[in-house]
């Protein structure tokens, strides 16, 4: 079954994303959310999911770092990571990729453009 992690601080933002996502539910998707850093990079080392959408400002662990820590630090395979985030500076774009994201992704964004990309990297286009 395939996992998506959407990692926001903001409620009303993961709100926004679970529901933009949740007819992938019927294709067998499962949805996960994080309110913190620590708490999805905790979640994507038990639960592996295949995507995430991944916030940079966030409290305990900021997005770059918890990127860092699964594709560098870690080396956890099959995880795309995508950085949805306010942060648009050319600089926290080179970060987001150094980092090892993806794709980086600024807000605001557009729902049908996520699910779409979701359906995408799981393979359900």
């Known amino acids: 079954m395939p996992i998506i992690l959407i990692a926001d601080d903001e409620q009303h933002i993961r709100m926004l994303i679970e529901q933009t996502l949740e007819a992938l539910e019927d294709d067998g998707v499962e949805i996960l959310t994080a309110e913190n850093g620590a708490e999805a990079l905790e979640i994507?080392?038990?639960?592996?999911p295949e995507?995430?959408?991944?916030d940079v400002m966030m409290p305990k662990m900021n997005g770059f770092d918890v990127c860092n820590t699964i594709k560098n630090v870690l080396g956890i395979k099959g995880v795309y990571i995508i950085m949805l985030t306010a942060k648009g500076q050319e600089f926290d774009k080179e970060k987001g990729?150094?980092?090892g994201c993806d794709e980086y992704v600024t807000k605001?964004?557009?729902p049908r453009e996520l699910k779409n990309k979701a359906k995408e990297v799981l393979g359900l286009t």
């Open 44 to 48: 994507v080392k038990e639960k592996h």
């Open 51 to 54: 995507l995430v959408f991944l």
């Open 97 to 99: 990729i150094e980092s």
């Open 108 to 110: 605001p964004f557009s």
